[in-house]
């Protein structure tokens, strides 16, 4: 599985958005791009994934670069809530499907 | 809808004694099941994964167990737990028709060996 770069801490003022990077230089063609956070003291939390074209769902946008190898995940309007750690993880299909989950972002949302 | 459950909540066990971890799933038939480890202050940890009952796949070497008594059934286990045992436990489950690696995380449980 391709490895994933992200800085260990951001900030973000309440009700702006946050844009958190991640750096995949080493994608392949037939791998995805996911996004999970953990808020904490719980679970980890799928939020989104993509393979080469832009997604956005109710939680968050993300946008891949052209050549893909790398993304960013977006949070349009960042809450307290959205305070958690964000873990942007490469994978295939296959292999039982398991997930590498690194240090990831710790996201601090502020007034 | 699915949802999945783990207990206990919290655990303090002593070192030595023996673990029983167990995670059941609802709404879903035929889940990969995983077990993962989160240290105080650190990632997450794959330990264990599943695709069909009785199926086990190890990822790390370790004083750990797991099996899969029934569908939906997911157990961790140890014989005598360690110091090193300690952390947070989390189960998880993932659609085995899906094609993505969407997977959906019970509450966990906190396990401290004194």
């Known amino acids: 599985d391709a490895k994933t770069t992200q800085p260990p801490s951001m900030d973000c003022a309440e009700g702006r958005a946050a844009n958190l990077p991640c750096n995949h230089s080493?994608?392949?063609?037939?791998?995805?791009v996911y996004w999970y956070r953990q808020i904490h003291s719980q679970g980890p939390q799928y939020i989104i994934h993509g393979l080469k074209n832009n997604e956005t769902n109710e939680m968050a946008s993300l946008i891949i670069t052209e050549d893909r190898k790398s993304s960013t995940l977006i949070l349009p309007h960042a809450t307290l809530r959205d305070t958690a750690v964000y873990y942007c993880i490469v994978r295939g299909t296959g292999g039982g499907n398991k997930l590498t989950f690194g240090t990831g972002t710790q996201l601090k949302v502020e007034l | 809808s699915q949802t999945i459950h783990q207990w206990p909540a919290t655990l303090v066990q002593p070192v030595g004694s023996p673990l029983s971890l167990e995670c059941t799933v609802e709404?879903?038939?035929?889940?990969?099941l995983y077990w993962y480890r989160q240290a105080a202050g650190r990632g997450l940890q794959l330990l264990f994964y599943s695709v069909g009952i009785g199926q086990i796949s190890s990822e790390v070497p370790q004083n750990l167990s797991a099996s899969r008594p029934q569908d939906r059934q997911f157990i961790l286990s140890s014989k005598k737990l360690l110091l090193s045992d300690s952390g947070f436990y989390l189960c998880?489950?993932?659609?085995?028709?899906?094609?993505?690696?969407?997977?959906?995380f019970g509450p966990g449980t906190r396990l401290t060996v004194l």
């Open positions: 998880a489950w993932r659609a085995l028709a899906g094609m993505y690696n969407e997977q959906f």
């Open positions: 080493t994608i392949s063609g037939n791998e995805y």
């Open positions: 709404g879903t038939s035929n889940p990969n």
